[in-house]
């Protein structure tokens, strides 16, 4: 009986023996290869997807959302490998005109696009850029000068979100029900406007103008509120206001419409700043190559198109006749001299660097 239990305790102690040796190699060969170190945690959090939602006011077939919304943002998407991915809400589903810079502020939209003049005097430094009188021969020369005017000027208006791309949208011209021909022609008349200086520079020309959202003028346009619509030659198209134009009077000098993308500070802060980089490289490129000429682009086929498909007439004024209606507006640079100095600002020199910057890319984009 000894000898049996003896047999028997060195067999039990060898199976204990062999299973801890056992268990201590695989377990330490599993710790050592499921380890998580804060590199691995911070690697699998940069592959996880960005979501991003876009606001804007442009309809979901507008040349804006097809041509620019939705091939810039597949362009960010396959730099940055699929992370991020920018959803895009058109037709002011998510935010109206009006309050997508403000609501990209508060976090309703990541990304925001709308027009500067939508918030008259929220954007002074901005607003100069679009002041009647100082003319743009095209979208590429507005678009270039208010982003080298952004760069050197640092308006403290576009510092609570992150500016991705500023773009013009070439010279605004009167389209009418009914010809104007001459100054006599528009008086009294009721024009559409989408606000700034450009309705005063309407009302000192003798007519009347009425300040909405470009999203609003054809309604207005196609009831008899309003009788035509200072705006690009692309609306025509872009917002069917060629349907309800019979005449376009051509007037470069009174209008510059200018547009911004915009994000939202922190959740751009939340980003790293390699896909900070990687944003702002794609969205350079695509500015320069895509953006600053899609405007030149649609007004002259939105013109054409209207040209062979209706009976439009399109007027140019006389040498006399637009010397008169310059002289008309100059009050309105003036103006615009006297409210950035009410605001604390250098309006002499805010004025001054536009008109340079406007000459400087007018010989370059002729």
Known sequence: MIRKFYISSKIFSYIIFTLLITTLFVCGGCSSEQATTPEDIENEQAKEVIELKLAHFWSSTHFIETQLVQEW????????????????????????????????????????????????????????????GINFNNSKAASMAATEGITQLDPKELQDTK?????????????????????????????????GERAEAIKLLGATPVVMAMSECYDAQSKGVIKGTLSTLSTMKGFRLGEVTNSVTLTPFIYNQLFYMVMNKEKWDSLSPEIQDIIMDVTEKFHKEKVIGLLDIDNEESLKYYQ??????????S?????????????????????????GFPGEQIIKTVQELAEKYNEEYK
């Not at 696009?113 to 008259?120: F, P």
């Not at 991705?164 to 024009?191: C, F, R, S, Y």
């Not at 062979?308 to 004024?317: F, G, I, P, R, S």
């Not at 040498?319 to 605001?343: A, G, H, R, S």
């Open 163 to 195: 500016q991705l791309m500023t773009w013009g949208a070439g010279p605004g011209h009167l389209l009418m029900k009914n010809p104007i021909k001459n100054k006599a022609d528009l008086q009294g008349v009721e024009i559409g406007v989408t606000g």
């Open 73 to 132: 943002s597949k362009a960010i998407q396959e730099a940055t490998n699929g992370q991020i991915k920018i959803t895009s809400y058109p037709s002011q589903t998510l935010l109206t005109s009006t309050e997508t810079y403000d609501g990209v502020i508060q976090g309703i939209a990541d990304i925001g696009m709308s027009c500067y003049a939508y918030n008259r005097g929220r954007f002074p430094i901005m607003e100069a850029f679009m002041t009647p």
């Open 319 to 343: 040498k006399d006749e637009t010397k008169e209606w310059i002289e008309l507006i100059k009050p309105v640079i003036n103006n615009q001299i006297n409210m950035l100095n009410e605001k």
């Open 308 to 317: 062979d498909t209706k009976q439009l007439d399109v007027y140019e004024l």
